[in-house]
């Protein structure tokens, strides 16, 4: 099983910017996609950006797109998912998913979860 960590969250104020980091010790990250995702109290857990295992390719979700970037450092294991301008209803709780596939079925993992609140 692969253990995913996230760090760098913690409180900003509104306009603010965080860099949220993904990593694993103990296995490599470089043959699989990764995801962010977030969970604000009561509400689901929701996509925010994915990276290829390459890094070639990039998605984001439309709440976040020209505000968050996602990029990898496959040299160094780690993923991360840059914020800026950060605004309150960026609030929640945000997790780390890696994912590949083997014979047509997906596989992944995710992380604990960091939080990220965005406060006056």
């Known amino acids: 099983q692969l253990q995913l960590v996230e760090s760098g969250g913690g409180l900003v104020q509104p306009g603010g910017s965080l860099r949220l980091s993904c990593g694993t010790s103990?296995?490599?990250?470089?043959?699989?996609?990764i995801a962010w995702f977030r969970q604000a109290p009561g509400k689901e857990r929701e996509p925010v950006a994915c990276?290829?295992?390459?890094?070639?390719?990039?998605n984001y979700a439309d709440s976040v797109k020209g505000r968050f970037t996602i990029s990898r450092d496959n040299a160094k294991n780690t993923v991360y998912l840059q914020m800026s301008s950060l605004k309150p209803e960026d609030t929640a709780v945000y997790y780390c998913n890696a994912f590949r596939y083997s014979w047509g079925t997906r596989i992944e993992d995710w992380g604990q979860g960091t939080q990220v609140t965005v406060s006056s």
């Open positions: 990276i290829s295992s390459s890094g070639a390719s990039t």
């Open positions: 103990g296995s490599t990250l470089d043959g699989y996609g």
